[in-house]
């Protein structure tokens, strides 16, 4: 990101975005300071903006002992949907990652690749998302790379988030620390971010059943530890689904997970549009569902966390951590039979976030 | 970045990518353990790969008193190209952002997003490009991520990276700071980065006439700073060349910039490509150039230093900071003449990093 002085910010001059705003000069400038600094509020500290930012260590060791880093591009199609955009995902996504692994969010940073003809009004849209998103966790924007390419060398936008937090002294969170009895917890509905993605689409001529989960889970994930400090493990279930999480953990942990599926918390008009599509809403990608897995005792404890949380009111337990089939997702079906819940090869729906 | 269990690394069953391998399933771990985490030994602590990466707070403060953080986008066209690649210059970018202001860089992020159909062979040159950069500049890929998109909604390859460093007790660098007197110095010859960019694309029908510059200053600017504690800001001349640099300089800073154009190295090969297409060597952008201003006093200590360096062999002092004309550059012509050195609007190349 160009460095700014001290004077008003300047303005950008064109509706689109041209290659001469990727290329370093003044307009680049300009289109930085309009839309992306000014929606940040980066520049509150009236200094100008250098390529880096800082940020006190002591500050941050008042908070814990070690800096969580992580980094996601998000590629989503389309730009904007029911329950969120491309700027609200980036955000959330990368603020998730890091609470996940019980980390208090600090600070992001945010690079955009912009397509050559890209409406201006768009990107304002999608800057005041990101600010609006960052506000709302509690987190700030404090660095950017702006480049620009050619028409048809990238899909409109693609926007990469990287974030640093802080863990709190004792926490370990690890996807390899589930133990057999433990319990599986999640704090929403499955799927309503896929099935948003798909309809917003429009190539399947079904209107959107529900809007996009797409959340920041930093409040709920602090308030689930303040309630079950010995949480073993959390994990946001994005691309892959409920399937690819579980799946991991059973690997990773050397334990298997049995689930069963009439505790799964899922909208009666996601269910319908799955049905519709023949898809199975434990695949589809979410934006606000975290899978937490807690020691039995403390399971009463976390899940009423969840509840009192407003991301947490459909919490539910679906299922514990076994010593048997180590490695291997089992799920109980309302039927009394049981199937294997695998890992996909490959999601069937392309940028979704 | 997904999660991965302790065992062998898995190993892609394609020699192109496809949309399968960015789903989040089972073809996207394979692919990110085979190409990524392997060249990188992210894994060499024995753990398995969260989505996020933890450091110690401790241990950095014991290097310093401030976080830095930074990130950049590279879009770079072709991929590959004498003296460096997308990878070697994703390293660079974001290691030499936080060398300019003073950071001791120790950890990256590595955020992909790569086109359907991309040679798994040319990703695998890309990656071990980027863990041999790494490993030069001193600092470790701790963290990533992986997206694929669907033929023609990217050009090949983008890579996203963000930086964390650690900057020193008691130094305190910025644009801002310059003052009248203080003297600007350059570690090397302007313009091999954007000639061998223009000359790679093949399209002027003229061979390069020289290697990108494209390199990890943090080691020279390391040695700057001990040379010269009172150095007042460091940047790197990119998108924009010399003339956005000194630019901003004297717009921050509020003085006027004094070059003599004859004290500018460029390597002879350069100008005469320059002369050539037309092109003026202070607007091409370069990867291994640093602008310092230092104090007067400094100046020579500064110099030695930097020269001292195999990065600074060609260094120069190229001209003052004044009180004169404040906002500013002026050259001083080979002729006797002076010139305005004005910023662009925006850069003549596309995509060159």
Redesign the interface.
């Known amino acids: 990101m ?5 004077r008003p910010p300047r303005r950008v001059r064109h509706e689109t975005v ?11 400038r300009d289109l930085v300071e309009d839309v992306f600094v000014s929606a940040f509020a980066v520049h509150e500290e009236g ?2 903006l ?9 500050e ?2 008042a908070r ?12 989503v ?1 389309p730009l904007e949907f029911a329950g969120g955009d491309i700027g609200k995902l980036a955000v959330c996504g990368t603020v998730n ?2 609470a ?2 019980g ?1 208090v969010p600090v ?1 992001l ?5 912009i397509e050559e003809g890209m409406a201006v009004a768009t990107l304002r849209r999608i800057a005041a998302s990101i600010a609006r998103t960052a506000r709302e966790a509690g987190v700030r924007v ?4 702006t ?4 028409r ?4 409109k936008l ?1 926007i ?1 988030t ?1 974030g ?4 709190r002294t004792g926490l370990d969170l ?3 620390r589930a133990r057999p009895g433990d319990v599986v917890l999640i704090n929403g509905p499955l799927g309503d971010h896929g099935a948003a993605i798909m309809a917003a689409r429009g190539e399947l001529a079904v209107s959107a059943p529900v809007a996009s989960d797409c959340a920041p889970l930093n409040g709920l994930i602090g308030a689930l530890l303040d309630a079950a400090p010995g949480t073993r493990l959390i ?1 946001d279930a ?4 409920l399937a ?1 999480v579980l799946n ?1 953990m059973a ?2 942990s050397n334990i298997g997970v049995r689930v069963a599926e009439s505790a799964i918390p899922i909208r009666p008009e996601v269910r319908g549009f799955c049905d519709l599509l023949g898809l199975d809403p434990l695949y589809l ?1 979410n934006e606000g569902v975290a899978v937490a897995v807690v020691p039995p005792e403390q399971a009463d404890a976390a899940l009423a966390a969840l509840r009192a949380h407003p991301l947490g009111v459909l919490a539910a337990a679906i299922g514990t951590a076994t010593a048997e089939r180590p490695g291997r997702v089992v799920m109980d079906t309302p039927f009394g039979g049981t199937r294997i819940v695998d ?9 979704i976030c």
Chains 1, 2 share one sequence.
Request: charged share 20%; aromatic share 4%; hydrophobic share 45%.
């Open positions: 160009t460095v700014l002085p001290l041209t290659l001469a705003h990727g290329g370093g000069g003044s307009a680049m200094q100008p250098e390529d880096q930012a800082r940020l006190s260590l002591a941050l060791m814990g002992d070690r800096l969580a880093f992580t980094t996601d591009s998000f590629v199609d990652d890091l996940v692994g980390a600070a940073s945010c690079a955009v690749v404090v660095t950017g790379d480049k620009v390419v050619a048809g060398a990238c899909d693609f990469t990287s640093v937090g802080v863990i690890g996807i390899a994990r994005t691309r892959g689904g690819a991991e690997e990773a990608g890992m996909l090869v490959g999601d069937p729906l392309p940028r």
